[in-house]
């Protein structure tokens, strides 16, 4: 019984997303304090080899003529998603929550 109720938790914990442009998982990833979203956390593509992120940069330099680009952001709670904006390679980074791997 203890047993069975340690898998059911671990099971739960393990909400997976992936990426639609890459295929990888997406990472869980805290939501910063001030932002309008008003949930704690999403799912975001760190992948830096995404198509997506990758051609965002090129993107925004000809719309916006701005060295910037934007990952792909999913959002757990209303099922919406959209570009999440960055201006570096690791704009964002820290606030990635890496999931205990015991
Ligand atoms: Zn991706």
């Known amino acids: 019984m203890q047993i069975l109720l340690k898998i059911n938790f671990i ?54 003529n701005s060295k910037s680009s934007y990952r792909y952001r999913f959002n757990p709670v209303n099922n919406e998603f959209g570009p999440l904006p960055v201006w570096t390679e690791n704009t964002f980074r820290s606030q990635i929550i890496e999931e205990d791997k015991s």
């Open 11 to 64: 099971l739960e914990k393990q909400e997976i997303y992936r990426c639609p442009h890459c295929g990888t998982v997406l990472k869980k990833w805290l939501c910063p304090q001030d932002s309008s979203w008003g949930i704690e956390f999403q799912f975001v593509c760190f992948n830096d080899l995404c198509k997506y992120y990758v051609d965002g940069w090129d993107w925004m330099k000809k719309q916006y």
